[in-house]
């Protein structure tokens, strides 16, 4: 059977990515007492965002815009702050962008617009980003500073239910001229984004879905956490799917890496 052939970017990709995953676990081997580089008694498993070690992850690999950093900054002040993505995220997020030579580009979930305008970035003139979200309020935060950063043209806000945009996107002819995706929007739908996203998205093009851990909870969802059970759903079939190779990610909250073939 011949194997699927994609483009060379997202071979070389995923190639990155899989030595980077085997890198973390022969150090697991070689250091037991560390698991992705945290301590074993570590209730997450995960680096802590108070933790040295984290700090020192962006201390020596974040290139931040400066609009982007006052973006934060200002998404940090907020209530809800703990929803935006992390910085070191968004930034892998942007690269995966710039790799593949994205255009074309979905975001479900925007919140103040940090990874929107992160992917914006390094999108070319004519790139564009379809950002879904159901509250313009948030995104309102985030705006003027897609206009200082000069990109606001690149990102088109659509406030009404993602399902429905993506519907929309498809029922308009735009199957499979997707390049990329990124989804953390409501966990309880994540099964149909992915779906509809798929369909959107051109084979060797990437879906990133995050949240894939869900604090933990994924481990042993509880009967009433509909969201972690979705997630944990979720996460099998993608495990078992054939029209996709995946990488599933220890940072933030989890991200799993969907290529479609």
Partial sequence: MPLPSVPKEVAVGTAMLGVAFATGMLAGKRYPSLVFGTPKSSTSGMIGKSSPLRQYILDHSLREHPILKKLRLLTADHPWGRMMVSCEQAQLMANLVKLIKAKKVIEIGVFTGYNALNMALVLPDNGRVIACDIN?????????????AGVEHKIDLRIKPAIQTLDELLASGEAETFDFAFIDADKESYNEYYEKCLRLVKKGGIIAIDNVFWNGKVLKPRKDDLAAQRIHRLNEKLLRDARINISMLPIGDGVTLAFKL
């Fill in 136 to 148: 313009e309020d948030y995104a309102k935060i985030g705006r003027p500073l897609w206009k200082e």
